[in-house]
């Protein structure tokens, strides 16, 4: 999930809504957070994911319960953002926070050391309400009844209460260590290493919904790290997928 300046006045690539990191006085983007690659990865990251999991348990709470189609459309997408949502945890426990301890002058090596404790603590619950919507979700498939629609929704709401509570502090407490200590060099080996699993179709939806509410700045970093390929694929068909999965899920296309 990267990419370059797309130069184009289509209306299908959703225009950057204004962002509190773009408000005036805020003087770097995040709420004072120095703006680098890894922090907007990061906002950027959890935004999407926050956005969609609310979305799914507001979709999930009015869709029949026993149309298949719709069900599929449903559990389908909870599916490919937690499985966006595990990878991110993935790399961050095995090269973000690593690199970052590796990184931090002596005198504050307690200091991550203790947030990245916290933030392990916090993200293993997580993980687990991410296989509890798995489950929820097969259980929809299966019985399509009320009574699972319901317990997908509410699965889908509570793990979207847990990840906005354990960004929040993983903003406030990490993200402006990530942006002081870690070097451009040494964010863009672990953003080239820490390759998500996705299909082709998969990654370029993942792009649009990340850049549907990134502001100016974040979105101008994603876009500047996308590869000759992948920009080219975004351009010719990604912005067409991404237009019409979000209205297949949504009833509805992306914000202009």
């Keep these: 999930m990267a990419a370059a300046a797309v130069r184009t006045g ?9 962002a509190g990191d773009d408000a005036p006085g805020t003087g770097t983007p995040g709420g004072g957070i ?9 906002r950027v990251l959890h935004q ?6 609310r979305m799914l348990a507001e979709l999930s709470a009015w869709a029949p319960a026993d149309e298949a189609p719709r069900t599929a459309v449903l559990t ?10 595990l990878h991110h945890h993935a ?5 973000v926070w690593p690199a ?6 002596v005198e504050h090596r307690s200091e991550v050391r203790a947030a990245f404790d916290d933030w392990t603590a916090r993200c293993a619950p997580l993980d687990a309400r991410l296989r509890d919507v798995a489950t929820a979700a097969r259980q929809w498939t299966v019985a399509a009844t009320t009574q699972a629609r319901d317990s997908f929704a509410v699965s889908c709401r509570t793990l979207a209460d847990a990840v906005d509570a354990q960004t929040a502090e993983e903003e406030r407490v990490l993200l402006p260590l990530l942006a002081a200590h870690l070097r451009p060099a040494q964010w863009e080996a672990i953003a080239h290493a820490a390759r998500c699993r996705l299909t082709g179709a998969e990654q370029l ?8 509410d990134a502001c100016a700045a974040d ?10 390929a992948t920009r080219t694929a975004w351009r010719l068909r990604g912005q067409r997928h991404y237009r019409a999965a979000v209205v297949r899920l949504r009833g509805a296309p992306p914000a202009p």
């Design 91 to 95: 790399a961050e426990r095995a090269a």
């Design 100 to 105: 970052l301890l590796r990184t931090v002058p």
């Design 76 to 85: 389908r997408h909870a599916d490919l953002i937690g499985r966006v949502l």
């Design 34 to 42: 120095p703006g680098s690659a890894a922090v907007g990865y990061q």
């Design 219 to 228: 979105r101008a970093r994603l876009l500047d790290g996308l590869t000759p």
């Design 10 to 18: 289509s209306p299908v690539i959703p225009t950057p809504r204004r």
């Design 48 to 53: 999407l994911v926050r956005r969609e999991l």
């Design 205 to 212: 939806l993942v792009l649009g919904l990340a850049l549907e």
